[in-house]
Every structure is written in structure tokens, then in C-alpha cells.
């Protein structure tokens, strides 16, 4: 091991400190800069999968409405010409 002069060591010690801490800060922000972005994702996701539902659910809707409605006319259809 290198020895170091007295007033030399706690100056290295304290630089090796702060460029410790300031990877530990860049890694830590990349990773939030990251979840960030997939919060984001996520967010644009599910809004489009709510889109694609309710489009799907008012399309269903609306099936059934002109089934009930075919089978209403029919219905009528039928009693006009009974009676």
C-alpha cells in the first residue's frame, strides 16, 4: 500500500467520498429518469386499453339494441298480420 502524506490521506479519502456519491447520485437518477418513462408507458397503455373497452362495450351495446329492436319489429310484424 501507497502511503500518503498526513494532510494528503482524509483529502483523498473525502474526493473518493464525493465521487462515490456522485455515481451512486447519476445511478440512481438514471433509474428514476427510467421508471419515469415507463410510468409513462403504462399510463399511454392503459388509456388506450379504456379506449379499445368502451369502444368494444358501446359496440356490443349497440349489437344487442338492433337485435332487440329486429326482434321487436318482428314481433309487431307478426301480431298485425294475426290480427
Keep these: 500500500m ?3 502524506p498526513k494532510l494528503d490521506a482524509p483529502y483523498f ?3 473518493l467520498y464525493r465521487a462515490f456519491a456522485e455515481s ?3 445511478e440512481n437518477a438514471s433509474r428514476l ?3 419515469q418513462v415507463a410510468e409513462q408507458n403504462i399510463e399511454e397503455r ?3 386499453l379504456n379506449a379499445q ?3 368494444e362495450r ?3 351495446l349497440l349489437k344487442r339494441s338492433w337485435k332487440l329492436s329486429q326482434g321487436l319489429k318482428r314481433s ?3 301480431n298485425d298480420t294475426n290480427h
Design 46 to 48: 392503459l388509456a388506450r
Design 58 to 60: 358501446q359496440t356490443q
Design 2 to 4: 501507497v502511503n500518503l
Design 76 to 78: 309487431r310484424n307478426l
Design 13 to 15: 479519502f473525502v474526493c
Design 33 to 35: 429518469a427510467s421508471m
Design 24 to 26: 451512486l447520485k447519476s
Design 53 to 55: 373497452f368502451q369502444h
